[in-house]
């Protein structure tokens, strides 16, 4: 399974962005999928996750509550983050992450856990 991310870019704060994250390969089932962010010389800190379909709600870092909003795709096996009111300590590169259940060569199943390659976000005072 691999993760393909689009949408970073460079914006002036108080813009908007909305970033992507396809999985594709052999998915059987997404459980969550989330958005993380690492900024430079700092560790890489949640941002964002959203459950599967059988329920639960979105789980919002602190410094985004009201500002981003995660969705999904379940048809697409996409998640998207809105992001709105950004601000420069947004600046960082933007991981997705995925765990699930995928189809392997043999025709078993099994969980896995996969990283994006990430999507860079900057934000211009």
């Known amino acids: 399974v691999q993760l393909v991310e689009s949408g970073g870019g460079v914006v002036q704060a108080g813009g908007s962005l909305r970033l992507s994250c396809a999985a594709s390969?052999?998915?059987?089932?997404?459980?969550?999928m989330g958005w993380y962010r690492q900024a430079p010389g700092k560790q890489r800190e949640l941002v964002a996750i959203?459950?599967?379909?059988?329920?639960?709600?979105?789980n919002y870092a602190d410094s985004v509550k009201g500002r981003f909003t995660i969705s999904r795709d379940h048809a697409k096996n996409t998640v998207y983050l809105q992001m709105n009111s950004l601000k420069p300590e947004d600046t960082a590169d933007y991981l997705c992450?995925?765990?699930?259940?995928?189809?392997?060569?043999?025709?078993?199943?099994?969980?896995?856990?996969?990283w994006g390659q990430g999507t860079l976000v900057t934000v211009s005072s």
């Open positions: 959203i459950p599967s379909s059988g329920g639960g709600r979105p």
């Open positions: 992450n995925a765990l699930g259940v995928e189809v392997s060569t043999a025709g078993s199943y099994r969980s896995f856990g996969v």
């Open positions: 390969g052999s998915v059987l089932r997404i459980d969550g």
